[in-house]
Antibody, heavy 118, light 110 residues
Framework: EVQLVQSGAEVKQPGTTMKISCKVS????????MHWVKQAPGKGLEWMGL????????EYAEKFRGRVTMVADTSTDTVYMELSGLRSEDTAVYYC???????????WGKGSTVTVSS | QSALTQPASVSGSPGQSITISCTGT?????????VSWYQQHPGKAPKLMIY???KRPSGVSNRFSGSKSGYTASLTISGLQPEDEADYYC??????????FGGGTILTVL
């Protein structure tokens, strides 16, 4: 069974950097793509980016380019998403979601809640 | 890349059919057969319901179906059941090697 286990909730100060992890199990790490999706409180889903664990290739939404980094660690079967320059608008639940093809996400993590507050 | 356009809400009675539309542009829905649909219950992670415009993943009820015409994709739910009440999001691949979600539709089962 494909499973994604995300890191726990965090409170971060404005201007700092958050790093969320997503550990996978139940499949060969390099066989599936990993997306990251943001959901602000009471808002819809927002695509942030994609990493291909096979070669580390990334694609980022224009809105987050320059602030986001997604990395796949093949030694631990874990994908990381780092977002810098945090501001209050970054308060959200962040999901990792995987698919055996690039263009859809058939298994989702439970989400990691990040609160940005001073 | 702008979000795809969905109605804010739809409703229907048990047993009825409803359709949720998702309108994009020539840069996304109009150029690729890569629309997916997700169901999200409150406090839960989204669940894939339809991919590649019309395909249904294993385990998803055949009451859910997808279609597309031009720049508009649609999700139809037939034989509405109380457990279908949820938020629904469409998503499409876009020209710029990115993906874009719709704003979401709240489905109420009356």
């Amino acid at each position: 069974e494909v499973q994604l286990v995300q890191s726990g909730a965090e409170v971060k100060q404005p201007g700092t950097t958050m790093k969320i992890s997503c550990k996978v199990s139940g499949y060969t790490f390099s066989d599936r793509y990993m997306h990251w999706v943001k959901q602000a409180p009471g808002k819809g889903l927002e695509w942030m980016g994609l990493v291909d664990p096979e070669d580390g290739e990334t694609e980022y939404a224009e809105k987050f380019r320059g602030r986001v980094t997604m990395v796949a660690d093949t030694s631990t079967d874990t994908v990381y998403m780092e977002l810098s320059g945090l501001r209050s608008e970054d308060t959200a639940v962040y999901y990792c979601a995987t698919g055996w093809a690039r263009h859809f996400m058939d298994v989702w993590g439970k989400g990691s809640t990040v609160t940005v507050s001073s | 890349q702008s979000a795809l356009t969905q109605p804010a809400s739809v409703s229907g009675s048990p047993g009825q059919s409803i359709t949720i539309s998702c309108t994009g542009t020539s840069s996304d829905i109009g150029s690729y057969n890569l629309v997916s649909w997700y169901q999200q219950h409150p406090g839960k992670a989204p669940k894939l319901m339809i991919y590649e415009d019309t395909k249904r993943p294993s385990g998803v009820s055949n009451r859910f179906s997808g279609s597309k015409s031009g720049y508009t994709a649609s999700l139809t739910i037939s034989g509405l059941q109380p457990e279908d009440e949820a938020d629904y999001y469409c998503c499409s691949y876009a020209h710029t090697r990115t993906w874009v979600f719709g704003g979401g539709t709240i489905l109420t089962v009356l």
